[in-house]
């Protein structure tokens, strides 16, 4: 079994910037994705971006190519959400996740763990 554990969200005004953080509890053996979902209120699960195990592969939603930024550190294993010019839109609760034996996930129901989800809030 494998926990994530977040840390980074928080409250920030509009246009700044946030870091989030996803450390795995042990190392997955193997080639894995990890990456970041968000939930706003009354609405769906999305993926946000995520990364494959080299770092060659990327995935960006639409909404926040240009300001996102993810990044690991395999040594770490660990998966960086860098935030930057952030808008009320994004405010969600951000999850982590990992999926072994795949480059990228971006559907909800392909992901194997969870993180417990860290709580970002863009003020107007």
């Known amino acids: 079994q494998v926990q994530l554990v977040e840390s980074g969200g928080g409250l920030v005004q509009a246009g700044g910037s946030l870091r989030l953080s996803c450390a795995a509890s042990?190392?997955?053996?193997?080639?894995?994705?990890m990456g970041w979902f968000r939930q706003a209120p009354g609405k769906e699960r999305e993926s946000v971006a995520g990364?494959?195990?080299?770092?060659?592969?990327?995935y960006y939603t639409d909404s926040v190519k240009g300001r996102f930024t993810i990044s690991n550190d395999n040594a770490k294993n660990t998966v960086y959400l860098q935030m930057n010019s952030l808008k009320p839109e994004d405010t969600a609760v951000y999850y982590c996740?990992?999926?072994?034996?795949?480059?990228?996930?971006?559907?909800?129901?392909?992901?194997?763990?969870w993180g417990q989800g860290t709580q970002v809030t863009v003020s107007s």
């Open positions: 042990r190392r997955t053996f193997g080639t894995y994705t």
């Open positions: 990364i494959s195990w080299s770092g060659g592969s990327t």
């Open positions: 996740a990992l999926t072994r034996w795949r480059q990228v996930v971006t559907t909800v129901h392909d992901v194997e763990y």
